[in-house]
């Protein structure tokens, strides 16, 4: 019903429009007497934990950062049967993005172009919206991020005032240094901004840990997909050098090969189908080069099952997904989970 007669609706209609229509669809139906409903809609979500992190995530599918920017509807997406769900990015203050329209649906190529450039409401608006970590039964991470006027020299100040403000509330932290819609932050992939903003996340996790005196929260970092392997070695050297826990691969990518839909011309960071398999070399790659030691969340172009396995064999120890979610709807995440059994 929904590929036949509620996408095709939603379509009519610019995707940003559509897109916060559901988000007040799903806030409805999370609340109070109306979650029985959404739950016996989607069916019976199997249960099948993951220890990782110290963490117990209650299956391997989780929703990538971008779809819930400001904590509206983590509850809502779990009980879709998402295990996980990773809200942001956040920044220090509300941001407004850049100009719309900036995303664009490619149906053609089962992919989605967005250049949002992290609009959100800003960390205090968040905060207000999290729950403590012994109130809810999935796992939540957050996705930190810079404002875009923030030089990258000062960038780690604005990581850091976002994770000290959702430390108490987050499960894990994702540090979002790979979008391609803000101006220059992908150069802090590079070797000396690297280094200097890990090693100050990583003091920073310990000093927050013993101020409200919680367990150390997993740090992850979410890279692109664009990049060469040198670069990404020097990702991996960096990450094992200050301790990081796990990479997120991949974010969007700049990369417009093979695609067929008109909407290609337009500028941002492509998701979906088309990323399917360079994510999943690159899973392969860092499982390779860090001997399996160092857990990736694998992410772009899951559409099914078979997409979730090809991942997890690939070395992933979780798996995400963002665009097919939009094109195939909310039973999508209950008809993965069942059919991974």
């Known amino acids: 019903m929904y590929k036949s007669l509620i996408f095709p609706f939603l379509a009519r209609m610019d995707a940003e429009t559509a897109h916060e229509r559901a988000l007040r669809l799903l806030e409805w139906g999370q609340g109070g007497w109306r979650r029985p409903f959404l739950q016996k809609f989607v069916g019976d979500i199997p249960q099948q934990p993951v220890s990782l992190w110290g963490l117990t995530f209650p299956n391997v599918l989780g929703m990538a950062a971008g779809f819930d920017k400001d904590v509206r509807v983590a509850e809502g997406l779990a009980l879709l049967g998402f295990g996980h769900v990773e809200v942001g990015t956040l920044t220090p ?171 290609q011309t337009e500028s941002g960071g492509l998701s979906g189908w088309p990323l399917r398999q360079r994510s999943t070399e690159i899973v392969v790659y860092i499982h390779k080069q860090t001997g399996g030691k160092l857990p990736v969340i694998g992410v772009g172009g899951v559409v099914s099952a078979a997409d979730v396995q090809a991942k997890l064999d690939a070395g992933a120890s979780l798996v995400q997904l963002y665009t097919a979610f939009i094109y195939e709807g909310p039973r999508l995440p209950g008809r993965i989970l069942r059919r991974l059994q």
Not at 121 to 136: E, I, M, S, Y
Request: glycine share 6%; charged share 20%; hydrophobic share 35%.
């Open 93 to 263: 203050r509300p941001q407004a993005g850049n100009p719309r329209p900036r995303i664009f649906r490619l149906r053609q190529d089962k992919a989605l172009i967005n250049r949002m450039g992290f609009p959100n409401a800003g960390v205090d608006t968040a905060v207000a919206h999290l729950q403590q970590p012994g109130q809810r039964d999935y796992v939540l991470g957050v996705s930190l991020g810079k404002q875009k006027e923030t030089p990258l020299a000062d960038a780690a100040q604005d990581y850091l005032a976002v994770m000290e403000k959702v430390y108490p509330y987050a499960d894990y932290l994702a540090v979002n240094i790979s979008s391609p819609n803000t101006p220059g932050l992908r150069d802090l992939q590079g070797s000396d901004y690297l280094y200097q903003l890990l090693r100050a996340l990583t003091r920073a996790n310990w000093q927050f840990s013993q101020q409200y005196r919680l367990r150390r929260r997993p740090l992850l970092v979410k890279i692109a997909p664009d990049l060469t392997w040198p670069e990404l070695d020097g990702i991996l050297t960096a990450v094992q050098d200050t301790h990081i826990d796990g990479i997120i691969a991949t974010n969007t990518t700049t990369s417009r090969t093979g695609l067929t839909d008109p909407a």
